[in-house]
């Protein structure tokens, strides 16, 4: 019963000690994670409106395939699990590629309403 708080009080006190310090840099970086991910899909947005607009399909496998293999070689080096880092980075393109999906269908709505009103216009015209 070595761990037992009741026989090591000062060893628990430690643990707490360890705990809320640990827990403060966790909180730090966990609101460093929300900021980062919010810029990275501001920036997504973007391209997500950028493709639309062209008509250019939402997603890019080649660009993916590209980045999955970049991040998959950052983690390594830093000691990060690939496979995780990986499935994290999947996770966010899949998120991504939703979005311009919505983006590009919104789009091509909004362009038929148009096309539908301009020839509404020009029935109108002709009939005066
Ligand atoms: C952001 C883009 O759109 C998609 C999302 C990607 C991403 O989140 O990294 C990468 C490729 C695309 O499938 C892009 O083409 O750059």
Known sequence: MGHSSVEQPEQDAYVRRELRRLRAS???LDAALVHLLAERF?????????KAEYELPPA??????EQIKRLRSLAEESKLDPVFAERF???IIAEVVRHHELIANSRSAARANQQA???????RSAAT
């Open 26 to 28: 966790i909180d730090n």
């Open 42 to 50: 501001k920036c997504t947005q973007e391209v997500g409106r950028l």
């Open 89 to 91: 980075l999947n996770f």
């Open 60 to 65: 890019d496998p080649a660009r993916e395939a």
């Open 117 to 123: 009103t301009d020839e509404t216009g020009l029935r």
